[in-house]
């Protein structure tokens, strides 16, 4: 395992261009098993769980080629088995994206409960209950056993919940069904659409991309297709908060700012202003950070939802931005029970925090922090830990980087030609 060793104090600088989407990326890769022709991914990012993914594909008995320049190339003209391999299973929560596609090709899956970060309680109800919708059996003990021996059939389905993964595996599991299904309360992210633009690309009938609402014609086969992963939103929220916490000046290229309306709203709430360029966004340097108090001067509240509202993936960086902005705001995270604990940390910096609840804190700030050795419990908490060590001050250590080279691709390098100080040593 590896450790980052970051020298804080020093704004940011410079121009960065975001990956593409790690949750778009991750069902693509599954939708390959949708077809028996070739499907070419370019712009998916060079991350732990892309490979996670493409092993499993590939462990299915699909051919997956990686090419430097972010292209995959996947055929999976003939499945070898359907039982997913244990292992990368239990490495990735993302490993129950394969469910949906393998299921609609061959009527079976065999998968095991899925690993990945320990934020919160991660419920498999909405999958499964798609899942049965459509005809399936499912046999949930140690491992998950799902049969479709008559196929899948259309179905009108409402969500228990509007999940991200669920909706993706209902998705691809609709596509080859026969007849009409209708997914409600579907989830329905930057992510979400980008899959449905590649399912749509190999010969889907899907109406109603973008809403909460999507009608999928079933069809008797799909084709192969090219399509390119769009830039990863949390990706450019981490750099807004990057910028915005070191005091420095940056544009992120081609930041999708279409998609960014309610994260600027999110960070507005801590004064950060940003400007949008076209398709890149500006974040000017030497901002001074207040909490913005509502209209009757109340006390602001930061807070996530399913989309369109703010992305829970970005709560822990709008946290770290919080602590250098003067004042108070609470922070209501809706949808994981553990998300929040990564506070200890920030406390542990000098950040003034409390924890109210698993889903509520109060932060005062702004804080000097101090540089500290703290571990990355899961992918977000891990980029937040690390702005909170770009803007302290001294050196801190970030232990357990695996969990963020999980989600974001060469995050040091990318950092250093920003002008920050930051090392990637080998843990002892
Ligand atoms: N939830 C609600 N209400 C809803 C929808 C969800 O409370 O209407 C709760 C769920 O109960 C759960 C949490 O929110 O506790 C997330 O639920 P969801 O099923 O949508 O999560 P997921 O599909 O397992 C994907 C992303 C996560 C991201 C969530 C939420 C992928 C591969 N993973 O997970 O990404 O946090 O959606 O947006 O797409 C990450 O990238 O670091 C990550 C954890």
Not at 291 to 312: C, S
Not at 342 to 348: A, K
Request: contains cysteine; hydrophobic residues 45%.
């Amino acid at each position: 395992m590896e450790k980052l060793i970051i020298d804080g104090g020093i704004p940011l600088h410079g121009t960065v261009t975001p990956s593409g989407n790690k949750n778009e990326a991750l069902p693509a890769l599954a939708a390959a098993l949708l077809t028996d022709e070739e499907v070419v991914l370019s712009n998916v990012p060079l991350i732990g769980d892309a490979r996670t993914i493409a092993g499993l594909v590939a462990d299915l008995g699909a051919d997956v080629t990686w090419s430097d320049d972010h292209r995959v190339t996947i055929r999976a003209q003939h499945l070898r088995t359907t039982v997913l391999n244990p292992a990368l299973c239990r490495s990735a929560r993302a490993s129950i994206l394969l469910a949906g596609p393998t299921l609609a090709r061959c009527g079976t899956v065999d998968l095991y409960p899925p690993g990945g970060c320990k934020i919160g309680r991660r419920r498999v109800d909405t999958h499964f209950l798609a899942f049965e919708a459509l005809g399936a059996t499912v046999d949930a003990g140690e491992t998950f056993v799902i049969r479709a021996p008559h196929g899948l059939h259309g179905q009108d389905l409402f969500l228990d919940e509007a999940s991200v993964t669920a909706t993706e595996n209902a998705i691809m599991a609709a596509v080859l069904a026969k007849g009409t299904t209708v997914i409600r309360n579907a989830a329905c992210e930057p992510h979400v659409q980008g899959l449905c633009r590649l399912l749509t690309a190999m010969g889907a009938q899907i109406d109603g991309i973008g809403s909460n609402i999507l009608t999928i014609q079933g069809v008797d086969r799909l084709h192969g297709a090219e399509h390119r992963i769009g830039p990863d939103i949390v990706e450019v929220g981490s750099f807004i908060g990057m910028a915005a916490a070191t005091g420095g000046g940056v544009t992120i290229r081609q930041a999708a700012p279409e998609h960014l309306r309610m994260i600027l709203l999110e960070f507005a709430k801590l004064g950060v202003q940003a400007e949008v360029r076209g398709d890149d966004v500006f974040i000017p340097s030497g901002q001074t950070l207040k909490a913005v108090p509502e209209v009757n001067g109340g006390v602001p509240k930061l807070d996530d939802g399913p989309w369109p509202q703010f992305p829970t993936d970005l709560m822990s960086v709008l946290i770290v931005v919080a602590t250098q902005a003067a004042g108070t705001v609470l922070v209501f995270e809706k949808m994981f029970e553990n998300r929040l604990f990564f506070v200890d940390s920030l406390i542990q910096m000098g950040a003034q925090i409390v924890l109210c609840d698993p889903h509520r804190a109060v932060v005062v700030g702004p804080s000097v922090l101090r540089g500290g050795v703290v571990v990355s419990p899961d992918i977000r908490a891990g980029i937040a830990l690390v702005i909170a060590a770009l803007c302290a001050k001294g050196r801190s250590e970030i232990r357990n980087i695996g969990q963020i080279d999980r989600g974001y691709e060469r995050i040091d390098g990318r950092l250093r030609a920003l002008g920050a100080r930051v090392e990637r040593i080998a843990e002892e």
